[in-house]
């Protein structure tokens, strides 16, 4: 083993099946995520065919719809968009703990990667910033996140 060259994933689109699984609510900043996720699967070579887009209530159904779709066996990666915003939302803690813990429970149980684009922010100022403003787009961030992992998967299932 070298350390010269390290062994991460390229950040290519192609060959790969995507699912993304979108929460409607606050669906006016988790629109732009999903604009976001699927220009940057796009500009890297991924193709509509190779793109579903599944949708639920909120952040907290996200993560049944995860299992589910990919019970079929036809993903190779799971991009997670959403927006949690603080607000005056007394349960904000539970839905993005939550949401964040069932989709990193679920990478490793379902061994491929599961994208977590789901911002969690104290307002809406901030939840416009993270939604192709002054801090990017977080959902295209996920996409690339997403087609990285792919392809660090596949090289490592194919040395290890
Ligand atoms: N769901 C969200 O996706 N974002 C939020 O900000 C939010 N707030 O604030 O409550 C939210 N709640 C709904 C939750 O995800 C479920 O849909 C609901 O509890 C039904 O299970």
């Known amino acids: 083993m ?8 390229e950040l290519t689109g192609a060959i790969a099946n995507y699912a993304v699984v979108v929460s409607r609510f606050n669906s006016y900043i988790v629109d732009s995520l999903e604009a976001g996720a699927i220009d940057a699967l796009k500009r890297h070579g991924v193709t509509d065919a190779n793109i579903s887009v599944f949708r639920v209530p909120g952040a907290l ?10 019970a079929s066996g036809s993903f190779d990666a799971v991009i997670a968009l959403g927006a949690v915003i603080r607000g005056s939302t007394y349960h904000f803690e539970i839905v993005s703990n939550e949401s964040a813990r069932c989709l990193s429970d679920l990478a490793l149980k379902l061994d491929m990667p599961v994208i977590n684009g789901v911002l969690t922010v104290d307002n809406v100022e901030q939840a416009i910033e993270r939604a192709g403003t ?16 792919v392809n660090l998967v596949r090289e490592l299932n194919s040395r290890f």
């Open 134 to 149: 002054k801090a990017g787009n977080k959902g295209a961030d996920a996409a690339l996140a997403a087609m990285e992992m």
């Open 2 to 9: 070298s350390t010269d060259k390290p062994i991460e994933g």
């Open 61 to 70: 159904e996200i993560p049944l719809a995860v299992k589910k779709a990919t």
